[in-house]
């Protein structure tokens, strides 16, 4: 296989694998604002706040917390 088209394998591979890191941080943000505004309310900001994270240990922890947690701005905080 030419050089050329290793590249370009490559560069099919690593796209397949950013768009899907995307895809999970985007599901993972969207329910946990679902979480949120299902259990204490949400407001656009906080929205905005939750959609700008993309650290998937920090979505995890926060989605699983809600479960436990009573106080929406400690689970905010998980965040940051």
């Given at each position: 296989?030419p050089v050329a088209d290793l590249i370009?394998?490559?560069?099919?591979?690593?796209?397949?694998?950013?768009?899907?890191?995307?895809?999970?941080?985007?599901?993972?943000?969207?329910?946990?604002i679902k979480q949120i505004h299902l259990?204490?309310?949400?407001?656009?900001?906080?929205?905005?706040?939750?959609?700008?994270?993309?650290?998937?240990?920090?979505?995890?922890?926060?989605?699983?917390?809600?479960?436990?947690?009573?106080?929406?701005?400690?689970?905010?905080?998980?965040?940051?």
């Amino acid at each position: 296989m030419p050089v050329a088209d290793l590249i370009r394998e490559e560069g099919r591979k690593e796209g397949i694998q950013i768009g899907e890191l995307k895809g999970k941080v985007a599901s993972k943000q969207e329910t946990l604002i679902k979480q949120i505004h299902l259990k204490y309310g949400i407001t656009d900001a906080e929205k905005d706040f939750i959609k700008s994270v993309t650290n998937l240990d920090k979505l995890d922890k926060a989605t699983e917390a809600i479960l436990s947690e009573n106080n929406k701005e400690k689970l905010l905080d998980l965040l940051k």
